[in-house]
């Protein structure tokens, strides 16, 4: 059995390629409202949706999902976040999943999974998630956040780049993918300790989170652990364009 633990939705309704996302419709539904159907099918105690405008407030009221009213200026998920800690009043110790609002396909048992790793790693902050790299397209895209582990499971580093570089394999171009360690793929799913994610935004930012442009290098600079639960396959695909919306609700209909 997995602790109790809750599941956070940060929805924002501006989006330079999908304006209005959240609001979507995917078969009937707004998608925010799907990607929360989603979750509560997991083992979480509340999902509740975090929402920077009013619209998706009552959006999601009116299909029975909680929904919180956050600022509008926040400047990522991560502070829209713990402003919903705050007003949820969670405990120190509370386990916190982020599950982003455009993954109306997200499977329930790796929200699980994203969530067990915190009981089970102590010395962990935060859990993330990652699959097996199967092509050498997707291990030389910089779309595609590569991870590397400890012996415990435990992000050593994340990157845009190749990673692990095969020193003698990739001598002379990438023409094969390295097999120890295996290329890892990082999923945009994460779980916090909640006070851990109230006190995140304080952090300064770190340089290699900027150069890299991957929020999560913040915790590392600074000390923190990240847990990564390993999962065999790779999650449905997110809504980042109206194309990829076009083949979510294609999904919904089949």
Known sequence: MTAPFTVLIPARLASTRLPGKPLADIGGKPMVVRVAERAARSGAAQVVVAA??????????AHGVRALATRADHPSGSDRLAEACEQLGLAGDAVVVNVQGDEPLIEPALIDA???????????????????????????????????????????????????WWR???????????????????????????????????????????????????????????????????PGPGVDTPEDLERVRALYRG
């Open 52 to 61: 920077d405008a009013p619209e998706i407030v009552a959006a999601c009221a």
């Open 114 to 164: 994203v969530a067990a790793l915190l009981p089970n790693h102590p010395l962990a902050q935060m859990g993330t998630a990652a699959h097996a790299i199967q092509t050498i397209e997707e291990f030389t895209n910089p779309n595609v956040v590569k991870v590397v582990t400890d012996a415990q499971g435990l992000a050593l580093a994340f990157s845009r780049a190749p990673l692990p």
């Open 168 to 234: 003698d394999g990739n001598a002379g171009g990438i023409t094969r993918l390295p097999d120890d360690p295996a290329p890892l793929r990082h999923i945009g799913i994460y779980s916090y300790r909640a006070g851990f994610l109230r006190g995140f935004p304080l952090l300064a930012p770190a340089p290699i989170e900027r150069c890299e442009a991957l929020e999560q290098l913040r915790a590392l600079w600074h000390g923190h652990r990240i847990a990564v639960h390993v999962t065999p396959q790779a």
